[in-house]
Each structure stands twice: as structure tokens, then as C-alpha cells.
């Protein structure tokens, strides 16, 4: 059986001094005292001068930023900062999409990050995020799906998925789109 998010991070937290030689507080200290304050920076730093994995370098950066949905004190901030000032009129596609997911089955997690939010069952099978202040990007996991029409590649907007598809409008949150949601929804 699977493990939960927080089960995976705790692992990891737990591992973490064994496999790197350091402790999460440790490596909290040193992002914090680089000066950095990107999630980027932070995971560059990570990989490139200390050679942790991506994954260790992702949860310890998401740490440090206190930006995952499993550091955050209020992951309904973390929405409602995604989609202020100009992104406000994007909130009722994320809404749309939102309700379409939970309709799979109750197993559904929606968990906020900081820049998007990660749609999730026993692993991620999608992510929603505010891209630009018009357009809301839906990234899918459909490996072995070739893209065609408007379910793209996903080239470099987000590694974790396999596809993307823009959406402009809530009525773009279509019986296509949910389909293809659930056909990830499904594989995960």
C-alpha cells in the first residue's frame, strides 16, 4: 500500500541525517544563512554544491519556506494568495476544476503549495496552477499518452507531469479535460 504524503515526508525527515551526513535542522540553517530565498535557489544550492537528490533538495527546500501544504499553517492562504490581485478572476476555473476532481471518489487530496496546487490520490495525478493573470495551467500525469490538440507536452512548465492543458475560461473546464483528470486519477 502506498504511503501518504506525510508518511513520505517523515520517512524522509527521518533518513534524511543518515543519507546526507545532516539533519532537516541543519539544512534549514544552511538555506537560511545563504542569503537565497527562492525555492529554486534553494534546490540549486541543494543538488549542485551539496549533491543531495531532487527529492531530499525539494522537501528540505519546501521546509525552509514553510510553503507545502504540510508546513503551512493555512493552506487556504496559500490559495487565496494564488489567486489575488490580478490571477483573482482565475479563482472560478480553479473552483470548477476543483469540484470536477472531487467527484472521483473521496480519496482525492487537494493540497496547496505555495505557487500551484497538487492534485493527489495515492501519488500526484495532476496540478492547477495560476500561470499568468489570464490563464490557469492544469498539468496531468497521462504517461504514454501522446499530446495532441490542446493537451500538450509539458515540456519545462512542470516536470512532475507529463502533460498541460491552458484554460482561459471556467466553461474550458470541459467533459475532455475531466476525462482525461480522471483517466490520471484513475493510473494513480
Known amino acids: 500500500m502506498a504511503k501518504s504524503p506525510d508518511q513520505s515526508k517523515a520517512a524522509m525527515i527521518a533518513g534524511l541525517h ?3 551526513g545532516k539533519s532537516l535542522v541543519e539544512w534549514i540553517k544552511i538555506l537560511l544563512s545563504s542569503k537565497l530565498s527562492r525555492h529554486k535557489e534553494f534546490m540549486n544550492l541543494l543538488k549542485n554544491e551539496h549533491s543531495l537528490t531532487h527529492g531530499f533538495a525539494n522537501m528540505i527546500a519546501l521546509q525552509a519556506l514553510a510553503s507545502d501544504s504540510h508546513t503551512a499553517t493555512d493552506t487556504d492562504a496559500l490559495v487565496e494568495a494564488q489567486y489575488a490581485g490580478l490571477k483573482s478572476g482565475l479563482r472560478s476555473i480553479y473552483d470548477t476544476l476543483v469540484a470536477a476532481v472531487r467527484k472521483f471518489g473521496k480519496d482525492v487530496e487537494v493540497s496547496p503549495k505555495k505557487a500551484y496546487v497538487s492534485l493527489r490520490r495515492s501519488k500526484q495525478f495532476a496540478i492547477i496552477q495560476p500561470s499568468t493573470a489570464t490563464r490557469v495551467d492544469v498539468g496531468v500525469n497521462l504517461k504514454g499518452i501522446a499530446p495532441g490538440g490542446r493537451l500538450e507536452a509539458s515540456g519545462s512548465f512542470n516536470a512532475m507531469v507529463s502533460h498541460r492543458v491552458r484554460l482561459e475560461q471556467p466553461g ?5 479535460l475531466v476525462g ?9
Open 172 to 176: 474550458a473546464v470541459d467533459k475532455e
Open 18 to 20: 543518515e543519507k546526507t
Open 180 to 188: 482525461w483528470l480522471r483517466q490520471a486519477y484513475d493510473a494513480s
